[in-house]
Nanobody
């Protein structure tokens, strides 16, 4: 069983920055692509960013140039540095991980519980 634990959410003013972290743990786990999604009430969960074991990266258009995803493979940890935050970035942010090799950026096997990010205007 794989557990993903997010941290780093909070309240920030528009234009500010936050850094999210997500650590994967479990016995004999194999983690491949790790990613971030977000969701607001009444809307579907949306893709934010993802990074493969080989450090290939994908971003949603809405965050390109403002968010940076990175990972520490040795620690099975992924980070999301969020700069120039906007009110519309307010959401619950979820960490996700793939337990098998895949070319699909949008389907994941494991999910964290989510961390709230609130951007005040």
């Amino acid at each position: 069983q794989v557990q993903l634990v997010e941290s780093g959410g909070g309240l920030v003013q528009a234009g500010g920055s936050l850094r999210l972290s997500c650590a994967a743990s479990g016995r004999a786990i194999s983690i491949y692509t790790m990613g971030w999604f977000r969701q607001t009430p009444g809307k579907e969960r949306e893709f934010v960013a993802a990074i493969t074991r080989g450090d290939s990266i994908a971003y949603a258009d809405s965050v390109k140039g403002r968010f940076t995803i990175s990972r520490d493979g040795a620690k099975n940890t992924v980070y999301l540095q969020m700069n120039s935050l906007k009110f519309e970035d307010t959401a619950v942010y979820y960490c996700a991980a793939q337990g098998h090799p895949s070319s699909n950026w949008f389907q994941y096997d494991y999910w964290g519980q989510g961390t709230q990010v609130t951007v005040s205007s």
